[in-house]
């Protein structure tokens, strides 16, 4: 089950990888994509952890709307309106077709 769903993820990421989509590439590395949105996400969701947390998720719009609702619980300074234009970009792009986010590389142990 386990090995099925992960020969999926893989499949699904070398589709991604050859049809040399740059812009799925660019999501893979962590990067954000330009958007009037994205300095309102960088100023707001980021004051408490770091970007990966957004950016290695694979949410529905509707998640994604929880989500951002559970932070401002938390203390997110945003408005309904910010709110919304934050919820819309982070729906448009970290999709759950997305394909899985790339692990983190740990460094080489020394010898
Ligand atoms: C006030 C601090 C704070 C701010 C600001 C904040 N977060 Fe979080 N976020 C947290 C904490 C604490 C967790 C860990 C919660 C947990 O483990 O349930 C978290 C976890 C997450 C997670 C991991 C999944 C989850 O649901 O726990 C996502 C995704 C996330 N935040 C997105 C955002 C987004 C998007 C914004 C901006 C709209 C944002 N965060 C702003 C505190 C914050």
Redesign the pocket.
Known sequence: MIRALFAAALAAFAVAVAAGNSETEALLEGKMPDDPAKPL?QG??L???SAD??TQ?RLTAAQWEK??D???K???P?NDEE?KL?TAY?ARYWTQDLPPPRPVRAPAPRK
Do not use: N
Request: aromatic letters at 10%; a positive charge; hydrophobic letters at 50%.
């Open positions: 996400v707001k969701c004051l408490c952890h947390y957004l998720q989500t951002v559970k932070m401002r938390f203390g997110t945003a709110a934050m982070l």
